[in-house]
């Protein structure tokens, strides 16, 4: 692993079910984000975490919950799907501690479409 | 929170230059970044500003104007691989980035 990992890559998943977008990253990076993309709407952060063990609600969380067990994974749940959900899910990590410019690295998203 | 503006759209000539500018309202500021996203692909990091003045990356250069509010993202002689979206972001005092809705930049033979 290099970087950042999402899965899966693509979803289609019927209305009402659960499901969970998977994130690791291998670059030790105390914190990681959760982003949706929109068309005309740019990211919006869902969830954060600033280090593992804790997480933090974003711009728009409802609807999905995340953990933090370890530092390297940071998983984001959808309950109940509704269709509103249907975009493009970004994870992205950063070394807050680094002291230096600290962007975030972003991994390869995932797709879903909720029918 | 955040208020972002950068337009939606830029077309360029290759070989040319493009100036993407980006105006923003904060509550806090701590610092200024651009992305570049080519199409079904992750937002990759270009540049960061916390100071006013240019900061020159090769062909990319990125201007930040705190008073203002105001930051540009230049790009220079142009190639058709920059047809991407570009992305300003702002980092406000907890950390947190909040997005523009970024520019499509399309770049002509």
């Known amino acids: 692993i290099a970087g950042i990992t999402q899965a899966p890559t693509s979803q289609i998943l019927a209305a009402g079910r659960r499901m969970t977008l998977r994130c690791t990253q291998d670059?030790?990076?105390?914190?990681m984000y959760w982003y949706r993309q929109d068309l005309g709407l740019g990211l919006r952060l869902i969830h954060y975490?600033?280090?593992?063990?804790?997480?933090g609600k974003g711009e728009v969380p409802d609807g999905y919950s995340v953990s933090r067990a370890n530092t390297d994974d940071f998983p984001l749940t959808l309950a109940s799907a509704v269709p509103s959900q249907t975009s493009v899910y970004f994870c992205?990590?950063?070394?807050?501690?680094?002291?230096?410019?600290?962007?975030?690295?972003f991994g390869p998203g995932t797709r879903l479409t909720v029918l | 929170g955040q208020n972002i503006d950068q337009p939606t759209e830029m077309t360029a000539t290759e070989g040319a230059i493009v100036q993407i500018n980006c105006t923003y309202q904060?509550?806090?500021?701590?610092?200024l970044f651009w992305y570049q996203q080519h199409a079904g692909e992750a937002p990759t990091f270009l540049s960061y500003?916390?100071?006013?003045g240019l900061e020159e990356k090769g062909r990319f250069s990125s201007f930040l104007s705190r008073s203002k509010g105001y930051s540009y993202l230049l790009l220079k002689e142009l190639q058709m691989k920059d047809s991407a979206s570009y992305l300003c972001?702002?980092?406000?005092?907890?950390?947190?980035?909040?997005f523009g809705a970024g520019t499509t930049v399309t770049v002509r033979a």
């Open positions: 992205a990590s950063s070394d807050e501690a680094s002291g230096g410019v600290d962007e975030q690295f």
């Open positions: 670059m030790r990076h105390n914190a």
């Open positions: 975490s600033n280090t593992a063990g804790t997480t």
């Open positions: 904060t509550s806090g500021f701590n610092g």
């Open positions: 500003n916390v100071l006013d």
């Open positions: 972001a702002v980092r406000d005092g907890d950390y947190k980035l909040s």
